[in-house]
């Protein structure tokens, strides 16, 4: 019902920057929130980021100052500016979002996750 196709992933060396984008499709009315994830190996996958459509954004404390979220909303699409980037951010970044979609006869809450990207930084 809904397709988000991520891009901007990629192998950057410590210090860098990369800016991952996130484009919703389908039959959305609104989207309420949406964020980024990520999950390296042997570990849970955790809120990087998130904004809601209002503007409000909610960051993880280890990377606070050097990531910003924003979004576009009349093309549905999230950022995630990412700088300074450490190698403890080498993970499988992942989109996220929350929005009524439609399901064949009305709009209905609906959760969704892109494919993930693969987010490598070089030490």
């Known amino acids: 019902q809904v397709q988000l196709v991520e891009s901007g992933g990629g192998l950057v060396q410590a210090g860098g920057s990369l800016r991952l984008s996130c484009a919703a499709s389908?039959?959305?009315?609104?989207?309420?929130?949406m964020g980024w994830y990520r999950q390296a190996p042997g570990e849970q996958r955790e809120l990087v980021a998130d904004?809601?459509?209002?503007?409000?954004?909610d960051y993880a404390d280890s990377v606070k100052g050097r990531f910003t979220i924003s979004r576009d909303n009349a093309k549905n699409t999230v950022y995630l500016q990412m700088s300074s980037l450490k190698p403890g951010d080498t993970a499988v970044y992942y989109c996220?979002?929350?929005?009524?979609?439609?399901?064949?006869?009305?709009?209905?809450?609906?959760?969704?996750w892109g494919q993930g990207t693969q987010v490598t930084v070089s030490s």
């Open positions: 996220h979002t929350e929005g009524l979609v439609w399901n064949g006869s009305s709009y209905r809450p609906l959760r969704s």
């Open positions: 389908g039959r959305i009315l609104s989207i309420n929130t």
């Open positions: 904004i809601s459509s209002s503007g409000s954004t």
